[in-house]
């Protein structure tokens, strides 16, 4: 295998995880949103108070779990534009710089 096909082979390999993690990301939100409204309506149906709190809890470890599946995904991104910027997008810190040069002439953009 010479270099060519083991960077094509590199490149499919993180874009499959960066495709995971965002199908995560996406289940776990959608999770987090049923637990949320299940506990919510078990407590307010009860009349019980701690129950209504719960809610809160599930909310932080997921908020934490979430910011780590992100994260992921932008560590992902940054190794495909450092590793593969020249086959991707050439000259890409370039473009950054004038973009944000005319962003500071031109706030509204």
Do not use: H
Not at 65 to 77: G, L
Not at 85 to 104: D, F, G, H, T, V
């Amino acid at each position: 295998m010479d270099l060519d096909d083991y960077k094509k082979n590199d490149l499919k390999r993180v874009q499959q995880i960066s495709d995971n993690l965002n199908s995560n990301l996406i289940n776990l939100l959608r999770i987090k949103y049923a637990t949320i409204f299940s506990v919510l309506v078990y407590g307010l149906s009860n009349n019980n108070p701690f129950m209504t709190l719960l809610p809160l809890c599930i909310s932080i470890s997921i908020f934490i779990m979430d910011n780590k599946y992100r994260e992921n995904i932008c560590r992902n991104a940054a190794y495909i534009i450092v590793f593969y910027s020249r086959e991707i997008a050439p000259e890409w810190e370039l473009r950054l710089s004038e973009y944000i040069k005319e962003s500071k002439k031109n706030p509204s953009i």
